[in-house]
């Protein structure tokens, strides 16, 4: 009784089965498109001196 390897259909069932289950997972949580965020409005030279004063 000890150890043997397992055989090439047991290790066929197992990639299958995590294929199927990926597969699952990704349908029921689809992934969302990125959304760009929108830049802030660019401010002028002169009010980012006066901020920094």
Do not use: C, D
């Amino acid at each position: 009784h000890g150890w043997s390897p397992v055989g090439i259909a047991k290790l066929g069932s197992w990639f299958l089965l995590l294929i199927i289950s990926y597969v699952l997972v990704t349908l029921v949580n689809r992934p969302k498109a990125m959304q760009i965020p929108v830049a802030a409005p660019a401010q002028s030279p002169e009010l980012l001196a006066a901020s920094r004063s």
